[in-house]
């Protein structure tokens, strides 16, 4: 099983980024996926999730408005289309499986800098 | 979406048990049984040790537990190990349809 995000790096406050996490080693059109953040030395924030063929996301207060989920089936691929970035955002962003049951699966972490 | 609350840091000796607790609200811990635990060593991505409350997944060792009462749930690790070192997480289900993680606690083995 392998979860590998990309497409992180720097960016200026007010800039975007998408972020992908290609998923491989299980049935990725069956599973809820989620983003979760860590900044440096912080805990693990949840920011989103999305069901399996896409109809339902919700998203933490902090980005709602200004990220947007999204997955690719065909494709085994999650999505996090970031916008509207602020300083507060720098982390490294987790794509993980479902967090309510096992298997859970998470990618090696992706990160992003919010930065001038 | 506020966090739910942890203890910053917990410690124990080899072979002792410890509890990390978890309180929420009747919006989260309270009111639904998805609560799950994770473990994070440093520079690793975490992994689940409890789910729904108190069950361990596959490969999980017995010596993990969980609990809930109101809005608090635990996590009870006994016959500490050197390995059990880490930053433990809790998580719930949010009445908003959104998760909420705890904001972490570092256990530390004496």
């Known amino acids: 099983v392998h979860l590998v995000e990309s497409g992180g790096g720097l960016v200026q406050p007010g800039g975007s980024l998408r972020l992908s996490c290609a998923a491989s080693?299980?049935?990725?059109?069956?599973?809820?996926m989620n983003w979760v953040r860590q900044a440096p030395g912080k805990g693990l924030v949840w920011v989103s999730h999305?069901?399996?063929?896409?109809?339902?996301?919700n998203y933490a207060d902090s980005v709602k408005g200004r990220f947007t989920i999204s997955r690719d089936n065909a494709k085994n691929t999650l999505y996090l289309q970031m916008n509207s970035l602020r300083i507060e955002d720098t982390a490294v962003y987790y794509c993980?499986?479902?967090?309510?049951?096992?298997?859970?699966?998470w990618g090696q972490g992706a990160l992003v800098t919010v930065s001038s | 979406q506020s966090a739910l609350t942890q203890p910053a840091s917990v410690s124990g000796s080899p072979g002792h048990s410890i509890t990390i607790s978890c309180t929420g609200t009747s919006s989260d811990v309270g009111g639904y049984n998805s609560v799950s635990w994770f473990q994070q060593h440093p520079g690793k991505a975490p992994k689940l040790m409890i789910y729904?409350?108190?069950n361990r997944p596959s490969g999980i060792s017995n010596r993990f537990s969980g609990s809930k009462s109101g809005n608090t749930a635990s996590l009870t690790i006994s016959g500490l190990q050197a390995e059990d070192e880490a930053d433990y997480y809790c998580t719930s289900f949010t009445r908003s349809s959104t998760w909420v993680f705890g904001g972490g606690t570092r256990l530390t083995v004496l």
């Open positions: 999305i069901n399996q063929d896409g109809t339902n996301t």
């Open positions: 729904e409350v108190n």
């Open positions: 993980a499986s479902d967090l309510r049951i096992p298997p859970d699966y």
């Open positions: 080693g299980f049935t990725f059109s069956t599973y809820w």
